[in-house]
Every structure is written in structure tokens, then in C-alpha cells.
């Protein structure tokens, strides 16, 4: 079983849409969240983080966790075209720890 | 601020040459800095961590004499895929840390290596 687990998509919605984006992982010692997007050839960059349960919110983004159940959520209000590229979910397990990776949901926002 | 680059962006190479790629952290100094590989529609597989003035901790499966890390400074790593071959060919991203703390990685924009 992978420690962190993402549905890879594709998911396509129409633009305005709230996107819900998902992945659970296995590894209760798991402390940090994060979040990461990452167009077409490029590196990942980082979108949000969070440190053990609960919400956090920064623009049209908010990241949930919930460390009972082992979900972590990523909601994207008024999604626009440009919102369009891989998403990828991690987890780490302490400071200076390494990070794991889900396999990455691919979004597609269509104007 | 926490920027990184690296160089090169793609480069194609023949089999059995070595191909040396640079991560730089350009405002900041990288306490850590990790190299991840990626191949198509797959998610980042770290390939080995590094710390400057000490040898990198490779990942298990990763070959350390294949794959070459050197970390010189706060602000340069560079991997170098020694006698390359088509099965090397991936996207390579490095990521530097920052901080004591919480450890924030600030991902480069990748290098493409193609074998021929």
C-alpha cells in the first residue's frame, strides 16, 4: 500500500466550478500537509500547507485535513483555466523529514 | 523570495556519457537540498538527500555510484547521471529547504534528460 494515495484523474470542469481535490494516506505519524501544483514541465510549486488537522485558507484555496479518518482535501472556489495543471498532495513526517508524494491528480478547468 | 533554478532546463545526450546537472538556491541558503525524479504522469520519487559539507543519503534502489550528488555550498547541489543510458532518460527536479523548523522545499523548474 503506498503511503499516500491520490485519484490521478483526469478531472475536467467547467470554469466557475468548485474543484474538490482528494488523498488519503496510511502513516498516522504523518504531521505536515501540503499541496502542490505543477504545470506541464515544471517543477512543483507550493500552494498550501498545514500541520495536523484542520483548515486553512488562502484566497480561493483551502486545504483540509483530517488526521481521524487520514484525509487530506484541497477545495478550489471560482476555478479558472488557468487553476489547469497536475496537483499533487504530501505528507511528511517530522522536520527534516522526507517528503511523500501522491501520484498527482491532473485538472482540467474548460473556459 | 525562495527561488531555485537549475541548469540545464533539457539537455539530450548519447548513451554512455555523463550528463551533470546544477541546483541553485538564489535567495536563500538551502540547509538541505533533495533530488527527485519524475517520469510521465507519475508523482516526484526521491532519489537522494543531501546536506552541504557531507555525503548525500540515497534512497534505496538508487545507485550512489550512477548517480552523483555533490552539495559544495549553501546554494549549489549538482547530480551528476554518470555513462547515462535510455532508461535514465526522466524529468529530474531538485528541491532546497529552508529552515530550521517547519521543512519548506522550494522546487526548481526540472532538467528533461533524453538518452539516445
Known amino acids: 500500500q503506498k503511503e499516500v494515495e491520490q485519484d490521478p484523474g483526469p478531472l475536467s470542469v467547467p470554469e466557475g466550478a468548485i474543484v474538490s481535490l482528494n488523498c488519503t494516506y496510511s502513516?498516522?505519524?504523518?504531521?505536515?500537509f501540503m499541496w502542490y501544483r505543477q504545470y506541464s514541465r515544471k517543477g512543483p510549486e507550493l500552494l498550501m500547507y498545514t500541520y495536523s488537522s484542520g483548515n486553512k485558507e488562502d484566497g480561493r484555496f483551502t486545504a483540509q485535513v483530517d488526521k481521524s479518518s487520514k484525509y487530506i482535501s484541497l477545495f478550489i472556489r471560482d476555478s479558472q483555466p488557468s487553476d489547469s495543471a497536475t496537483y499533487l498532495c504530501?505528507?511528511?513526517?517530522?522536520?527534516?523529514?522526507?517528503?511523500?508524494f501522491g501520484q498527482g491528480t491532473e485538472l482540467s478547468v474548460k473556459p | 523570495g525562495a527561488v531555485v533554478s537549475q541548469h540545464p532546463s533539457w539537455v539530450i545526450c548519447k548513451s554512455g556519457t555523463s550528463v551533470k546537472i546544477e541546483c541553485r538556491s538564489l535567495d536563500f541558503q538551502a540547509t538541505t537540498m533533495f533530488w527527485y525524479r519524475q517520469f510521465p504522469k507519475q508523482s516526484l520519487m526521491l532519489m537522494a538527500t543531501?546536506?552541504?559539507?557531507?555525503?548525500?543519503?540515497?534512497e534505496q534502489g538508487v545507485e550512489k555510484d550512477k548517480f552523483l550528488i555533490n552539495h559544495a555550498s549553501l546554494t549549489l547541489s549538482t547530480l551528476t547521471v554518470t555513462s547515462a543510458h535510455p532508461e535514465d532518460s526522466s524529468f529530474y527536479i531538485c528541491?532546497?529547504?529552508?529552515?530550521?523548523?517547519?521543512?519548506?522545499?522550494?522546487f526548481g523548474p526540472g532538467t528533461r534528460l533524453t538518452v539516445l
Open positions: 528541491s532546497a529547504g529552508r529552515g530550521q523548523g517547519y521543512n519548506e522545499q522550494f
Open positions: 543531501s546536506n552541504e559539507g557531507s555525503k548525500a543519503t540515497y
Open positions: 504530501a505528507s511528511l513526517r517530522n522536520q527534516g523529514g522526507k517528503l511523500i
Open positions: 502513516n498516522s505519524a504523518f504531521q505536515y
